[in-house]
């Protein structure tokens, strides 16, 4: 597999996609996108939003968010919804969907980078299930409208694509102009009038839909101090909704830009498909047309609320700034900041975008592209990673060490992860580096530090692993932060799509070793009075083991697939994913048999060595004797 096609599996190997296989909504979701692709209105969505699958999909996807365990106004989290049965759990949704009335939004305020405060809305826990109903639904119907050129909180789409797509402009489309614009506090000032209209125009039409949506925009915000404001504007950041409804939004935006130059019509003849991409329109012709013309040639990349629009000169770029601004105040009522919105000549200066600043410089006859991450996240970086550092100097005890040893390790991943994609990152790298190993040489942590340890990690050894700047602590690695080379960022494949076949094809490739039909009997056909938990969970191993007996390694028979309790629940154990495994009712048996005669019986089901440990650890869990053969 080439390294461009590793890199679209790992956009579309994503949980969401497996968990709608799961539970037998994917062959809705992708009604819905082809539908919405042809133009159809929705009028009757809220039969699909209370259907039991979509229901227990909506448990599944909230579960494994980190923000789950988040609390509301009510104080709750998914840790008190899962110990409901399904019957109990669906049951409680649908009664919230047919009188929907949502509680206060619970206000929080997170330090930004520039050290302001970003305020969060944080919903109650079932309205967080609500929002993701409705969101499963609401997304393959404005996917299929959605502009290509806009990134932020989509589906396999990414800062990498947003970057990738900015550098294509700038250096093959020869746009060395750009518009930046800031909105003034876009989320707090969305009108929901006009968020509904939009709703309307892209094809949802279901009244009992827009009217739970216009409830959900207007829940009033408990704010820090305890007191309860109306909400009569905007949407919470926080919200499981309000990414999508943002995108809606400014869907608008990129439409009208697109306008100017992209999609205006020119003869058939001038009009390429590209089979090779995706069958993808190449419109090489079609702009050579155009550019014989007076129009403005202008593109937008958007990623959320932050975007650029990409033009070829100063005349075109200066026009455009001023219609923009009058456009977003006049259609959707935003402000711009005149202190922050500016047109900036790439060939002279940078242009910040994502945490990464660019500029065009020449080399020979042409204008390449130059990006270093942006001065405020060189700064925050340096003061971040000292501080870890700070820490591991001062750790309390060898665990308390590793702990942050592990923090900075993950830290720098991270940042070799999001950044590398700007082409002068090892410069960048370079410098953060000099100063933090500076750190790094006082008496206390010199004397710690050392050459040679152990690599417990596959990923720290194949990117680490050659590095001479590589140190340990007690034998735990310590990263480079120096240690990085530049990727070309990648734009998205047309053909990756969460909502066709095709688009899923390498997921589908996953899923053979699994029998879709057993999955559905295991989803259609709960353990009654058990909680939604240990349901969601059964299905969930069902397909990590492929099908499998976790003792035995041999395919399940459906009719005999039992649920094992690692921790039994009368000693406290949970239903959690870790304490649970699939494994044949007679393994089953065997593993709680404490009679001789039980255990003679079921014993030769064990064939080998792997088998038999497998079978001891988990009778020793529950304080059985071990079983020989």
């Given at each position: 597999m080439s390294v461009a096609n590793s890199r679209i599996v790992k956009h579309v190997k994503k949980s969401k996609l497996r968990n709608a296989a799961y539970y037998s909504m994917q062959d809705t979701f992708d009604m819905l996108y082809e539908q919405s692709k042809n133009g159809s209105?929705?009028?009757?969505?809220?039969?699909?939003?209370?259907?039991?699958?979509?229901?227990?999909?909506?448990?599944?996807?909230?579960?494994?968010?980190?923000?789950?365990k988040t609390t509301g106004v009510d104080g709750r989290t998914i840790e008190h919804l899962s110990k409901l049965t399904e019957e109990q759990f669906v049951s409680y949704v649908r009664n919230k969907l047919r009188d929907y009335k949502p509680k206060a939004v619970r206000r929080v305020e997170i330090p930004k980078p520039n050290g302001k405060?970003?305020?969060?809305?944080?919903?109650?826990?079932?309205?967080?299930?609500?929002?993701?109903?409705?969101?499963?639904?609401?997304?393959?119907?404005?996917?299929?409208?959605?502009?290509?050129?806009s990134h932020g909180f989509r589906p396999n789409r990414s800062v990498e694509n947003a970057i990738a797509q900015s550098y294509k402009l700038m250096q093959n489309s020869k746009m060395s102009y750009v518009i930046d614009i800031d909105v003034k506090g876009f989320f707090d000032n969305v009108s929901h009038a006009k968020l509904l209209k939009q709703m309307w125009t892209m094809g949802v039409r279901d009244k009992n839909l827009l009217a739970i949506i216009s409830k959900m925009l207007k829940a009033k915000i408990k704010l820090p101090n305890g007191q309860i404001i109306e909400n009569e504007k905007g949407t919470p950041q926080g919200g499981i909704l309000s990414p999508l409804l943002s995108n809606i939004v400014l869907h608008e935006l990129d439409r009208w830009i697109e306008s100017q130059w992209e999609t205006i019509p020119v003869c058939k003849d001038r009009i390429v498909i590209r089979e090779d991409r995706g069958n993808s329109t190449d419109k090489g012709n079609q702009y050579k047309v155009l550019r014989k013309t007076n129009l403005k040639e202008c593109y937008i990349v958007r990623y959320a609320d932050d975007f650029k629009i990409f033009c070829s000169n100063p005349n075109h770029a200066k026009k455009l700034f001023i219609a923009v601004q009058k456009w977003l105040k006049d259609r959707l009522g935003l402000e711009i900041s005149e202190d922050k919105s500016k047109i900036v000549n790439l060939k002279k200066d940078y242009s910040e975008f994502l945490g990464l600043k660019m500029k065009l410089i020449p080399k020979g006859k042409k204008w390449v592209v130059k990006s270093h991450m942006c001065d405020e996240a060189i700064k925050r970086t340096k003061s971040n990673l000292k501080e870890i550092i700070n820490g591991i100097r001062y750790a309390s005890g060898s665990n308390d060490q590793a702990r942050k040893i592990a923090l900075y390790n993950s830290t720098v991943i991270g940042l070799h992860q999001y950044f590398r994609i700007a082409t002068m990152i090892a410069e960048d790298m370079g410098n953060i580096a000099y100063e933090v190993n500076a750190c790094m040489k006082d008496h206390r942590m010199k004397r710690r530090i050392k050459k040679t340890g152990g690599i417990t990690s596959d990923f720290i050894r194949k990117e680490y692993g050659k590095s001479k700047q590589l140190r340990f602590i007690s034998r735990d690695p310590l990263l480079p932060i120096g240690y990085i080379k530049h990727k070309s960022p990648m734009m998205k494949r047309n053909t990756v799509n969460a909502y066709t076949k095709q688009g899923r094809e390498e997921i589908h490739k996953n899923l053979t070793t699994v029998d879709i039909n057993i999955l559905r009997f295991l989803m259609e056909h709960p353990i009654p009075q058990r909680s939604i938990e240990y349901n969601d969970n059964r299905i969930a191993l069902y397909c990590a083991q492929r099908g499998k007996c976790h003792v035995t390694g041999q395919e399940l028979n459906p009719m005999m697939i039992h649920c094992h309790h690692k921790?039994?629940?009368?000693?406290?154990?949970?239903?959690?994913?870790?304490?649970l495994c699939l494994v044949d009712k007679e393994i089953h048996i065997l593993i709680h048999a404490k009679d001789e005669d039980t255990i003679s019986k079921y014993k030769k089901l064990v064939t080998n060595i792997q088998n038999l440990n497998k079978l001891n650890t988990l009778r020793k869990k529950i304080g059985l004797e071990q079983v020989t053969i």
């Open positions: 209105n929705f009028k009757n969505l809220m039969n699909i939003i209370s259907s039991t699958e979509n229901i227990k999909l909506a448990y599944r996807n909230i579960k494994k968010n980190t923000g789950s405060l970003r305020p969060l809305g944080i919903p109650a826990i079932w309205d967080r299930i609500v929002q993701q109903c409705i969101l499963q639904i609401l997304e393959p119907i404005a996917e299929a409208k959605f502009s290509s050129r921790v039994p629940r009368l000693q406290g154990g949970t239903d959690q994913y870790k304490n």
